[in-house]
């Protein structure tokens, strides 16, 4: 199996958009900061990923994973589903 990287999936998610601009205007029909062609050239090749706050988007909008374009990113915890670490369990309170 093939490990992919943050900028892999960013490209296949490029590619499924129809390229850098279409990626761009799809994103900022759905974000509150306008997305420029640009802005997606800096992630492929300054950055070499997205930044956490559009993956969401970018999900949405190609479905590939936030997980395959943010690794570093505990997408489990933000989804609120089972994290790899579970929570503590709160203290048991005193009766007064």
Do not use: F, H
């Not at 900028?7 to 509150?32: M, W």
């Not at 609120?80 to 670490?85: H, L, V």
Request: with cysteine; glycine share 2%.
């Amino acid at each position: 199996m093939q490990t992919k990287t943050p900028v892999d999936a960013l490209l296949e998610a490029v590619t499924r958009a129809g390229g850098q601009a279409a990626l761009a205007k799809q994103i900022s029909t759905l974000s509150p900061k306008p997305i420029s062609q640009a802005n997606v050239w800096n992630w492929l090749r300054r950055d070499l990923r997205a930044p956490a706050e559009v993956c969401p988007l970018i999900e949405r909008l190609t479905q590939v994973l936030c997980e395959n374009l943010r690794p570093d990113v505990d997408w489990a915890y933000l989804r609120n589903t089972t994290s790899a670490a579970p929570a503590p369990a709160p203290a048991p309170q005193e009766a007064a």
